[in-house]
């Protein structure tokens, strides 16, 4: 079920908002979010670890060795909003795989 809802979303005209998160191991993640159902669901999202290596997930890639798309409404409150040009300069970047 979750795949088809993110695909939805994705794939909708709603507004989509940007985000970063730092976790206590110095990981970075983004997300690109889509408000559904009045929460906030990752559409787009990318892990960089400590050695900076980054991962990118989306519908058509949800899971693999290194990490997955959330598959819960990302908790905004703990994370800080960035420009959508930042978001999509990192996700360009990023492991296609």
Known sequence: MLP???KQLTESDLPRHHWRGDDERGGIWLFETVEGDG??????QVEIGP???AHRY???HLNDE???LTEQAVEIWDLTE???AAFEAV???ADPL
């Open 4 to 6: 088809d809802l993110i």
């Open 39 to 44: 929460e906030h669901w990752a559409v787009r």
């Open 51 to 53: 050695d900076r290596t």
């Open 58 to 60: 989306w519908w058509r």
């Open 66 to 68: 290194h990490g997955f």
């Open 82 to 84: 960035i420009p959508g």
């Open 91 to 93: 996700w360009d970047a």
